[in-house]
């Protein structure tokens, strides 16, 4: 892959929240993509993330009121029927490695986004969600804390990234205008280099 490739990918990665529910994820796929995870760095070595795969409609059903779905859209509570994950990955720390995963949890979860993209996936990194209900749910063992909640799904929305202005004021809230495209602004090069010696 050339680097201009993998820009195209990186700007293809991006949030959806609406997805074509009937078009299921296989457990197969969901596999692949965490596999990607045993190739990312980790601290100290100590690989202490696990994954807990969520593909059947029923334990989608379960999952999806636990979650919270875009802090910025307060009147939204989320997809509705049809427009849903096709699946989740709920990743967990697991504590007998340690009670911090250091920087692992976004390394591999953007090795999944971008795994996602390549299979015409999209995705949307949860981090507000119900964890002692969703530890229920998925009758996982105290010693795994669910971190993050992965929904997936084939996207069912387009994104657009939008320049900002660069200015102390700008704008950097994502936005959904009535024709139902989501916006996404990305400051500009130039305000992310503080300097070049």
Same mark, same amino acid.
């Given at each position: 892959?050339? =680097? ?7 700007? $293809?990665?991006?949030? &959806?929240?609406?997805?074509? /529910?009937? /078009?299921?994820?296989?457990?197969? #796929? ?15 070595? $100590?690989? !202490? *993330?696990?994954?807990?795969? &969520? #593909?059947?409609?029923?334990?989608? $059903?379960? &999952? =999806?009121?636990? *979650? ?10 989320? !997809? %509705? ?11 967990? *720390? ?14 591999? +979860? ?7 993209? #390549? +299979? ?10 119900? $964890?002692?209900? *969703? ?19 084939? !996207?069912? /929305? ?6 900002? %202005? ?5 704008? =950097? ?25």
């Amino acid at each position: 892959m050339d =680097f201009d490739s993998l820009r195209e990918l990186m700007m $293809a990665d991006r949030t &959806v929240r609406r997805f074509r /529910e009937n /078009e299921r994820v296989s457990v197969e #796929t969901a596999e692949r993509l965490v596999e990607l995870t045993r190739y990312c760095a980790s601290g100290r070595n $100590a690989q !202490p *993330l696990k994954y807990v795969i &969520v #593909t059947s409609a029923g334990k989608c $059903a379960e &999952v =999806f009121p636990l *979650l919270k779905w875009a802090g910025y859209f307060s009147w939204w509570d989320g !997809p %509705d029927e049809g427009e849903r994950p096709a699946a989740y990955l709920v990743q967990c *720390l697991d504590t007998e490695y340690g009670n911090d995963c250091l920087c692992d949890d976004g390394l591999q +979860l953007e090795a999944i986004t971008l795994g996602m993209r #390549t +299979l015409g996936l999209a995705g949307c990194i949860i981090k507000a969600f119900n $964890a002692v209900k *969703l530890q229920e749910v998925l009758e996982l063992d105290a010693r795994f804390k669910p971190r993050y909640v992965l929904a997936i799904g084939y !996207p069912a /929305e387009e994104v657009k990234i939008e320049e900002m %202005d660069g200015s102390a004021e700008a704008d =950097f809230k994502y936005y959904r205008t009535p024709d139902g495209i989501h916006h996404v602004p990305k400051r500009p090069l130039e305000e992310l280099i503080l300097r070049r010696n």
